[in-house]
């Protein structure tokens, strides 16, 4: 079993889509975790930490479940300027830091 | 927004030839880290830096790479002897609190050529 896995992709979606990313991790010591984008040739930015709250920013809403070990990203609204790869980023006793493979994004008009 | 910062942008080299690669992480942040990603494929974690010493470090690492932060600011990596296979994007990171909240920001990556 990988120790990131996500949604292979690609999604492809009209603008205004609901978009949800999923992925999951198999170290039960992770402590934290993320979701960044990563655009063509470019390094990957922070959209969110994601924490066991569940936690919102405009259109992008993470959620973490610590006992299925399981992250989600969701992007409402979808605009063009989403359309980039999704990172799902894990993070093993603040030492590690795991990618996933990361899930491609379209946005079309 | 905090930035890492990272030199050169490129870096051309022969095989077998040693290349130092440079990074200024953010100034509060206390954990740092290089990552490599080979064209089209998965970001890769090399090596983390806590407390002045490698706390963690993947299979990738080996005797060819070294680390070192040898004035406070400045955060590198070293790869002794080049190989073809070395070719790659590699990233800085730093990791600590900001406004509050973990986070973890990328440099934008110097781009590696092994001939």
């Given at each position: 079993r990988k120790e990131v896995e996500q949604d292979p992709g690609p999604f492809n979606v009209p603008e205004g889509a609901t978009v949800a990313f999923n992925c999951t991790y198999?170290?039960?010591?992770?402590q934290s975790f993320f979701w960044y984008r990563q655009d063509c040739r470019k390094e990957p930015k922070l959209l969110m930490s994601v924490y066991s709250s569940g936690n919102e920013d405009g259109r992008f809403t993470a959620q973490l479940n610590r006992a299925s070990q399981y992250i989600s990203l969701l992007i409402r609204d979808?605009?063009?300027?989403?359309s980039a790869t999704y990172l799902c980023v894990v993070n093993v006793l603040g030492f590690k830091t795991i990618f996933g493979a990361g899930t491609r994004l379209f946005v079309k008009a | 927004e905090p930035e890492v910062t990272q030199t050169p942008s490129h870096q051309v080299t022969q095989m077998g030839q040693e290349v130092i690669l440079r990074c200024v992480p953010?100034?509060?942040?206390?954990y740092f880290y290089w990552y490599r990603q080979i064209l089209g494929q998965k970001v890769e974690f090399l090596v983390s830096f806590y407390n002045n010493e490698i706390s963690e470090k993947s299979e990738?690492?080996?005797?060819?790479f070294s680390v070192e932060r040898p004035d406070g600011s400045n955060f590198t990596l070293k790869i002794r002897s080049t190989k073809l296979e070395d070719s790659a994007m590699y990233f800085c990171a730093s990791r600590g609190l900001t406004s509050g909240r973990e986070t973890q920001y990328f440099g934008p990556g110097t781009r590696l050529l092994v001939l």
């Amino acid at each position: 079993r990988k120790e990131v896995e996500q949604d292979p992709g690609p999604f492809n979606v009209p603008e205004g889509a609901t978009v949800a990313f999923n992925c999951t991790y198999s170290n039960s010591a992770s402590q934290s975790f993320f979701w960044y984008r990563q655009d063509c040739r470019k390094e990957p930015k922070l959209l969110m930490s994601v924490y066991s709250s569940g936690n919102e920013d405009g259109r992008f809403t993470a959620q973490l479940n610590r006992a299925s070990q399981y992250i989600s990203l969701l992007i409402r609204d979808s605009k063009l300027s989403d359309s980039a790869t999704y990172l799902c980023v894990v993070n093993v006793l603040g030492f590690k830091t795991i990618f996933g493979a990361g899930t491609r994004l379209f946005v079309k008009a | 927004e905090p930035e890492v910062t990272q030199t050169p942008s490129h870096q051309v080299t022969q095989m077998g030839q040693e290349v130092i690669l440079r990074c200024v992480p953010i100034s509060n942040h206390l954990y740092f880290y290089w990552y490599r990603q080979i064209l089209g494929q998965k970001v890769e974690f090399l090596v983390s830096f806590y407390n002045n010493e490698i706390s963690e470090k993947s299979e990738i690492f080996d005797d060819q790479f070294s680390v070192e932060r040898p004035d406070g600011s400045n955060f590198t990596l070293k790869i002794r002897s080049t190989k073809l296979e070395d070719s790659a994007m590699y990233f800085c990171a730093s990791r600590g609190l900001t406004s509050g909240r973990e986070t973890q920001y990328f440099g934008p990556g110097t781009r590696l050529l092994v001939l």
